[in-house]
């Protein structure tokens, strides 16, 4: 079965679609999504992705990233995929949007145009395995320690956004 992804322009505007392992392996500008999930008490939820994921396996990251799938809405497909990695399911807010792009070792390239939504939960994970391996809550000042100090341990995408959300953030609700 064929996993397509949305390529889009540098305005978000769909270009046509691509099998999700071809556009990682050309470097293709596609869709994403990326889910923050904030305990009510400030903290952030990481997931630690499976390892066999073909590129970052191993690292911490947020919660949920992945992409729509042609003619999907962004907003769904961050509420279907929470729910496929994760098991959850809570309100979630569009916050932020960015474009970038990072190669990888094993010669693949993420080239995201990616959507961020926001969420508050303080439910306990079902994590599918396939996806990802462990999970925990981490204050938001030791994960920025953290990601000073070893930025091996955690995605790209994850280093790139982590301070906007945080500031989008206020560790009781979203700052409107």
Not at 22 to 38: C, T
Not at 120 to 146: G, H, N, Q, S
Not at 161 to 171: A, D, H, K, P, T
């Amino acid at each position: 079965m064929r996993n397509d992804i949305i390529l889009v322009d540098a305005s978000d505007t769909p270009i046509g679609t691509m099998e999700k392992l071809q556009a990682h392996q050309e470097g293709r500008l596609h869709r994403a999504i990326s889910v923050f999930l904030f305990h009510p008490d400030g903290r952030l939820m990481l997931q630690k992705r499976a390892k066999d994921k073909y590129h970052s396996g191993g690292l911490w990251s947020n919660a949920c990233c992945s992409h729509p799938r042609p003619d999907e809405p962004t907003d769904a497909a961050a509420h279907r995929r929470l729910k496929e990695e994760m098991g959850l399911a809570c309100n979630l807010t569009p916050v932020h949007a960015f474009i970038y792009r990072t190669e990888f070792p094993n010669g693949l390239t993420e080239h995201e145009y990616d959507h961020v939504f926001i969420g508050t939960t303080d439910e306990i994970p079902t994590l599918d395995p396939e996806e990802a391996e462990d999970w925990k809550w981490i204050d938001v000042e030791e994960l920025r320690r953290e990601l000073a100090i070893y930025p091996e341990r955690y995605t790209y995408w994850l280093r790139v956004v982590f301070e906007q959300v945080q500031l989008i953030y206020n560790g009781s609700g979203i700052i409107s």
